[in-house]
């Protein structure tokens, strides 16, 4: 009898999670279909915020996608982070430039459901940390994974991450990252691009009473189990040119954020 309940209990658990995720459409798009593609869209969207013309329609759009066509729509990892991040970066432009007052609270603006994909109305923390960071609990430094996500978190979410993320998304503030615009096809090169300007930027070792330190940007204190930790950081820093494998163990200082608002910044 227990070996029966136990059967039919793992059954049910099966059923819960197939039903926790929302099924992609088979055959999407249609050889009918005559709008835009998800990625295409993300990408129109920011270009036309670009060209200081109104995205209304557009962003439209993207709220009125079923989540099924988009589940079927991202069916590989680069289409999945060019279109998120994409989408984050285009929400945030939207938002920001139509009302920048909404920064003045900048906790309210982040925490706030304001911007709608699928027919999921998300807060720019919902998307960063559910669905672009794989599901992270936005206090835990990378460490913590979000407890309890929902259908659309458990549905969309890149698993696994990516940590480069952290210098291609644009929070509105005055050292965000530039906003690129990311096609599937080049997502890696585009990001890894993106990622060494940034740190070079935003990067300087200097003599302090005889020892050279670092001095970095606090993204990697933020998130620093996105990059693996304390080893994670310093091998991240050598792919991208910052440090060497001579120097790679100095000691590291995180600069401050400057948190000033600043839309439109775009990438050249």
């Known amino acids: 009898m227990r070996y029966g309940q136990f059967g039919v209990l793992g059954l049910l658990m099966f059923g819960i999670l197939a ?43 993207l709220a009125a996608y079923k989540p099924q066509d988009l589940a079927a729509a991202l069916d590989t990892r680069e289409k999945k982070l060019a279109f998120w991040v994409n989408t984050y970066n285009g929400m945030v432009q939207y938002l920001l430039t139509r009302n920048p007052e909404l920064f003045d609270d900048r906790s309210a603006f982040f925490s706030t459901p304001s911007f709608t994909v699928a027919g999921h109305t998300f807060s720019p923390n919902e998307m960063e940390h559910g669905i672009i960071r794989g599901g992270e609990n936005r206090f835990g430094l990378g460490f913590i994974p979000k407890f ?25 503030a005055a050292d965000c990252p530039p906003v690129e615009i990311y096609v599937p096809a080049t997502y890696n090169e585009q990001i890894d691009n993106r990622v060494t300007k940034y740190l070079a930027k935003h990067s300087e070792i200097k003599e302090v009473d005889g020892k050279s330190v670092l001095y ?31 120097n790679k163990d100095i000691k590291r200082e995180y600069t401050d954020y400057d948190w000033t608002l600043k839309t439109g910044i775009w990438a050249e």
């Open 19 to 61: 039903c926790g995720r929302y099924q992609p459409t088979d055959g999407f798009p249609p050889e009918d279909f005559a709008g835009l593609t998800p990625n295409a869209l993300s990408q129109e969207i920011l270009l036309t915020i670009k060209n200081g013309q109104d995205a209304t329609a557009l962003v439209e759009q």
């Open 148 to 172: 309890f996500p929902n259908k659309f978190e458990r549905t969309f979410k890149v698993k696994g991450g990516d940590s480069r993320v952290h210098f291609a998304l644009n929070c509105g």
């Open 216 to 246: 970095t940007s606090p993204l990697f204190s933020w998130f620093r189990g996105d990059f693996g930790d304390h080893g994670g950081i310093d091998e991240f820093l050598v792919t991208y040119g910052v440090l060497t494998e001579e």
